[in-house]
């Protein structure tokens, strides 16, 4: 285990160069060492999720878990899911990854993806309650406001819609989002308007 580590320590610093292909060699060979290590199998799970290698990166987060609970892996895992379209993995884990935390203050981001992905399902009402709930820690976090509008516009909440887009562009103003924002505030006024000579022939 020992000689395991200094290995281990010579690839860490190839990961800061993001040499990646020699930084693999070298955990390999300390796996080789200490085949138990899960810190090892982890750090190689992260290096082929940096290099887009999903399955490979998911083979060696699992085999990381049979040795080692780390507070990172479920968001990885969460991470590489997503990448490969396994939603319903991904919401498993990023669940998981909000237990694991800490502190409240590190959830927002983990709430608003869990969002984001129920709201791809079109599962707007866990979809509003994740983004709510990553509201309740941080009132001004704009991703969940510009996501909670798009949990709104899903169901035809226009109004509530309008009030969410309005507060992205308050909070945001430079953001990309608020460009957005502002666009689909304005196609929404301009359909009320439209909308409102055909009410008054009736």
């Known amino acids: 285990p020992f000689m395991a580590r200094i290995i281990w320590y010579s690839g ?11 930084a693999t060699d070298i955990y390999e060979v300390a796996l080789k060492w200490d085949p138990y290590e899960g810190g090892l199998y982890y750090d190689l799970g992260k290096i082929f999720m940096e290099r887009g290698l999903y399955n490979t990166a998911l083979k060696y987060f699992k085999e990381s878990e049979k040795y080692f609970d780390l507070r990172g892996l479920p968001q990885n895992l969460a991470i590489v899911y997503l990448a490969k379209g396994e939603t319903d993995n991904a919401i498993t884990e990023l669940k998981r990854a909000i237990s694991y935390q800490l502190r409240e203050e590190t959830m927002p981001p983990l709430y608003n993806e869990l969002g984001n992905t129920y709201l791809k399902l079109e599962k707007y009402e866990l979809a509003e309650t994740a983004f709510m709930d990553a509201l309740k820690i941080d009132p001004n976090f704009v991703m969940a406001h510009y996501g909670l509008a798009g949990t709104y516009l899903g169901q035809n909440k226009i109004e509530k819609a309008l009030v ?23 196609k929404i006024e301009q359909t009320k308007l439209e909308a409102q000579p055909a009410e008054n022939d009736k």
């Open 164 to 186: 969410e887009l309005k507060k992205v562009v308050e909070l945001a103003p430079d953001s990309e989002e608020a460009r957005y924002a502002r666009d689909a505030v304005q």
């Open 12 to 22: 860490f610093k190839e990961v800061k160069k993001k040499d990646w292909e020699k």
